[in-house]
């Protein structure tokens, strides 16, 4: 409560002193110039002016593709269950839902590191469980329960004698192939590769995955983004987006400084 207290106050002051460059800036040409550029700025960004909650809005900020954030069009998700298509996009390490052509959710996935990358293709759904461990990859014990290695490969390593084998969790697991490609629940971070080939999903998106799809949902895992991609225009945005958005934080912070020296040195 007192941090939210603070930053309204640390708002109000800022309003302020922003509200007295008008008043300010004719007599500092620093300033002005600053004021200048900011408004040249904006009327730059209004170019690119999507409604707040449109994909386009989310692909052309949030330094897209590289952010763990999540969109989510309720609506669409609403008509999804039994009706809805997952693209998985490699280069981008991002996940999309697809309802009626229109993109539903789009998340950050962490798929397979090099040597065990994820495959590419076409595939469907072919199994879901809530509660699933890999038989596979996972973490070795010896006989007195110690983790020998993290990191181990059934298929590979010997269990020690005495010791075992426990596989890694993969909750709301949604295979893909026959020899334990899949997606589920699992550490991701944004534009990373981190599995041994599966599809790691946040959590939240994951859990809306499992909620609407099926058992035969048409899941595609594709190196490049998509022909058919609704926002080409938005994500070229969305890098000039950026950099105008970084600037025009600079330059705030930069009026702000002028206008309280400008401010101070009246006082005195």
Same mark, same amino acid.
């Given at each position: 409560?007192?941090?939210?207290?603070?930053?309204?106050?640390?708002?109000?002051?800022?309003?302020?002193?922003?509200?007295?460059?008008?008043?300010?800036?004719?007599?500092? $040409?620093?300033?002005?110039?600053?004021?200048?550029?900011?408004?040249?700025?904006?009327?730059?960004?209004?170019?690119?002016?999507?409604?707040?909650?449109?994909?386009?809005?989310?692909?052309?900020?949030?330094?897209?593709?590289?952010?763990?954030?999540?969109?989510?069009?309720?609506?669409?998700?609403?008509?999804? $269950?039994?009706?809805?298509?997952?693209?998985?996009?490699?280069?981008?390490?991002?996940?999309?839902?697809?309802?009626?052509?229109?993109?539903? #959710?789009?998340?950050?996935?962490?798929?397979?590191?090099?040597?065990?990358?994820?495959? %590419?293709?076409?595939?469907?759904?072919?199994?879901?469980?809530?509660?699933?461990?890999?038989?596979?990859?996972?973490?070795?014990?010896?006989?007195?329960?110690?983790?020998?290695?993290?990191?181990?490969?059934?298929?590979?390593?010997?269990?020690?004698?005495?010791?075992?084998?426990?596989?890694? $969790?993969?909750?709301?697991?949604?295979?893909? %192939?026959?020899?334990?490609?899949?997606?589920?629940?699992?550490?991701?971070?944004?534009?990373?590769?981190?599995?041994?080939?599966?599809?790691?999903?946040?959590?939240?998106?994951?859990?809306?995955?499992?909620?609407?799809?099926?058992?035969?949902?048409?899941?595609?895992?594709?190196?490049?983004?998509?022909?058919?991609?609704? #926002?080409?225009?938005?994500?070229?945005?969305?890098?000039?987006?950026?950099?105008?958005?970084?600037?025009?934080?600079?330059?705030?912070?930069?009026?702000?400084?002028?206008?309280?020296?400008?401010?101070?040195?009246?006082?005195?």
């Amino acid at each position: 409560m007192k941090n939210g207290y603070k930053r309204l106050i640390g708002c109000a002051a800022a309003l302020i002193v922003m509200q007295s460059v008008i008043s300010c800036s004719s007599q500092n $040409p620093q300033l002005a110039a600053a004021k200048s550029e900011l408004v040249q700025i904006q009327q730059k960004q209004a170019r690119y002016n999507y409604p707040p909650d449109s994909y386009e809005y989310f692909v052309s900020h949030n330094q897209y593709p590289v952010t763990i954030k999540i969109y989510k069009n309720r609506a669409l998700l609403n008509r999804a $269950p039994g009706n809805c298509k997952v693209v998985i996009c490699l280069e981008q390490q991002r996940g999309r839902l697809y309802v009626d052509g229109q993109v539903a #959710a789009d998340w950050p996935v962490s798929t397979g590191i090099p040597g065990r990358e994820t495959p %590419t293709g076409n595939f469907a759904v072919r199994e879901k469980k809530e509660s699933y461990a890999s038989n596979r990859y996972g973490k070795m014990y010896n006989a007195e329960g110690k983790c020998i290695d993290s990191d181990a490969d059934a298929f590979k390593d010997s269990v020690p004698e005495g010791g075992h084998f426990e596989g890694s $969790p993969m909750p709301l697991w949604q295979r893909l %192939t026959g020899d334990g490609v899949g997606m589920h629940i699992g550490k991701v971070r944004a534009g990373r590769r981190l599995s041994h080939g599966c599809i790691r999903t946040p959590g939240d998106m994951a859990r809306e995955l499992y909620r609407v799809t099926r058992v035969g949902t048409r899941v595609s895992v594709i190196k490049n983004i998509e022909p058919n991609y609704p #926002a080409r225009e938005a994500l070229a945005a969305g890098k000039e987006q950026n950099a105008l958005e970084r600037r025009a934080r600079e330059l705030q912070q930069k009026i702000y400084d002028l206008t309280v020296q400008q401010l101070t040195a009246e006082d005195d």
